[in-house]
């Protein structure tokens, strides 16, 4: 399954609000669908998963979304930190597991 | 606290091998499965393999497929991933990661990564 993520930069302020996008070429049945932030220099770190469950210690400024083909993550209230590159994984049709290009979020 | 530490990346020519080791600390190592995950240069993410915690039954991506080989030594919590016929497009960071659970595989602790050069 193909993921493709829109748009691939993006540029926003302090305090917005922003949503990315993760499309697959086919329906994901069962919504196995995750997102992570990787931050310049660093590993990925998971903050959704199933789609919509936040990851253990990810703030409720992240929401995940989505079922089928189109999926997105809304982060509100943005904070410097926020500043990464995002990717979309599925991990539930074949190819076993496939990332989206990633978006890159500037602040 | 869950650790991934990779190791054994390098320099390698076009056509060697080069054997990566991860040692996760932190969890049962033996209860999970594990994987690695690449990122060429300034690319995004690209899965290669995964192996399960206690049967070994592994999964390749078909770009390594019959080149690579994943195994772990569960008495050691050591993960590994042997490369042969290394080619240049193998060039990346190279990132254990700890998978959730077999059958929901994605990943919920990375370690920091092993670089493989691959010259041609």
């Known amino acids: 399954i193909v993921l493709t993520q829109s748009p691939a930069t993006l540029s926003s302020s302090l305090g917005e609000r922003v949503t990315l996008f993760c499309g697959a070429g086919?329906?994901?049945?069962?919504?196995?669908l995750a997102w992570y932030q990787q931050k310049r220099g660093l590993a990925p770190k998971l903050i959704i998963y199933?789609?919509?469950t936040r990851a253990a210690g990810v703030p409720d400024r992240f929401t995940g979304s989505g079922s089928g083909t189109d999926f997105t993550l809304t982060i509100s209230r943005l904070e410097a930190e926020d500043s990464a590159v995002y990717f979309c994984?599925?991990?539930?049709?074949?190819?076993?597991?496939?990332f989206g290009q990633g978006t890159r979020l500037e602040i | 606290e869950v650790q991934l530490l990779e190791s054994g990346g390098g320099l390698v020519q076009a056509g060697g091998s080069l054997r990566l080791s991860c040692v996760g600390t932190?969890?049962?190592?033996?209860?999970?499965?594990m994987s690695w995950v690449r990122q060429a240069p300034g690319t995004g993410l690209e899965w290669v393999s995964a192996?399960?915690?206690?049967?070994?039954?592994?999964y390749y991506a078909d770009s390594v497929k019959g080149r690579f080989t994943i195994s772990r030594d569960n008495s050691k919590d050591t993960l590994y991933l042997e490369m042969d016929n290394l080619r240049a497009e193998d060039t990346a960071l190279y990132y254990c990661?700890?998978?959730?659970?077999?059958?929901?595989?994605?990943?919920?602790?990375w370690g920091q990564g092993s670089l493989v050069t691959v010259s041609s």
């Open positions: 192996i399960s915690g206690s049967t070994g039954t592994t």
């Open positions: 932190g969890f049962t190592f033996s209860h999970f499965a």
């Open positions: 994984q599925q991990y539930g049709s074949s190819p076993l597991i496939t």
């Open positions: 086919r329906t994901l049945s069962t919504n196995y």
């Open positions: 990661a700890k998978v959730v659970a077999v059958g929901l595989l994605y990943f919920d602790h």
């Open positions: 199933d789609a919509s």
